[in-house]
Nanobody, 115 residues
Framework: QVQLVESGGGLVQAGGSLTLSCAAS????????MGWYRRAPGKQLELVAF???????NYADSVKGRFTISRDNAKKTVDLQMNSLKFEDTAVYYC?????????WGQGTQVTVSS
């Protein structure tokens, strides 16, 4: 079955950087759009960035210029490089994909930015 496993979260000071990684298995990774979402305390789930199989990328306005999404089809991983982190980036970050209309999610990784 499809499995998405995130790693790389943690505590960082404002202005710092973190890289999240999502390892996928049980799917044809190279042909699948992969995304990162986040849920901040008391807020709705938000799409942070996605990358298609063709390398088309889109970012939420709130992270443009600071976050970079990338994928390695050979390793079946999708990374989210986060720079210039802000307090408001504090959230649980989830890796996501949709296959044949079914959403698949990782367990999430906590990112906490101290101000």
């Amino acid at each position: 079955q499809v499995q998405l496993v995130e790693s790389g979260g943690g505590l960082v000071q404002a202005g710092g950087s973190l890289t999240l990684s999502c390892a996928a298995s049980g799917m044809f990774f190279s042909i699948t759009t992969m995304g990162w979402y986040r849920r901040a305390p008391g807020k709705q789930l938000e799409l942070v960035a996605f990358i298609t199989s063709d390398g088309i990328i889109n970012y939420a306005d709130s992270v443009k210029g600071r976050f970079t999404i990338s994928r390695d089809n050979a390793k079946k991983t999708v990374d989210l490089q986060m720079n210039s982190l802000k307090f408001e980036d504090t959230a649980v970050y989830y890796c996501n994909t949709r296959l044949i209309g079914v959403e698949h999610w990782g367990q999430g990784t906590q990112v906490t930015v101290s101000s």
